[in-house]
């Protein structure tokens, strides 16, 4: 039996919707974050650096949002339901793969954390230092850069359907979470056809039944 061990408001949503996607049967071991929004360490009994997501599979244990995809889809898409068919497509999938981790939720992140410079955690003495300081950044440098990552997703999903080309493959499995993350924060204004992509995948009912599963995410606060 699959097991995911599954924090709230975290990537492991979207290795459910993968799951629910192949139908195959698995269970959720539930985790909730701390006031600091770390992972508990109860995480740390499964895989030593306690995050999520994380899956355990017989023996086998997987971490890593773009290897747990790739090891589902790899052992158990046996009808190839979400496996690219063109070289062109196997190409993209393993692109988008990889960009949505290594290029677009660093960025998606670091606005967070720079959005969050002036509140708790902080000091109070600190917030008024720390909210400058983290909206300048953000104006300054994190904010161009997102633009530019926006203009480049929505071209691409003016000319594809999905992000590996005309089907639904592991790509915009993964890109299903930091798309979200631009969203909650506004960040699909004047993105008709990347608004357009979101709105058909949470129409899936692979989408809403891991939505189900898992509960809603706030990736407003993630």
């Not at 539930?30 to 306690?50: I, N, S």
């Amino acid at each position: 039996m699959i097991v995911v061990h599954h924090l709230n408001n975290s990537r492991s949503q979207r290795v459910l919707w993968l799951l629910e996607e192949l139908e195959l049967p698995y269970e959720i071991r539930r985790y909730q974050r701390q006031a600091t929004m770390l992972a508990p360490e109860a995480l740390k009994k499964v895989h030593p650096l306690g995050k999520a997501p994380v899956i355990s599979d017989g023996d086998r244990v997987v971490a890593e949002s773009g290897a747990i995809l790739d090891y589902l889809a790899g052992r158990y898409d046996s009808q190839q339901r979400l496996t690219p068919q063109s070289e062109e497509e196997k190409l993209q999938c393993r692109y988008w793969l990889h960009y949505a981790e290594g290029s677009l939720m660093p960025l998606v992140v670091m606005r967070l954390i720079f959005s969050r410079m002036g509140k708790p955690p902080v000091p109070w003495l600190l917030r008024p230092v720390g909210a400058a300081f983290g909206n300048g950044v953000r104006k300054g440098f994190i904010d161009k850069q997102l633009a530019t990552h926006r203009q480049f997703i929505e071209q691409h999903l003016t000319r594809n359907p999905w992000f590996a080309g005309q089907r639904l493959t592991l790509a915009d499995v993964q890109m299903s979470f930091p798309i979200q993350g631009l969203a909650a924060r506004g960040g699909l204004d004047n993105m008709p056809a990347t608004q357009a992509w979101l709105v058909k995948v949470m129409r899936r009912p692979a989408w809403q039944r891991a939505i189900q599963q898992g509960g809603e995410v706030d990736l407003a606060t993630e």
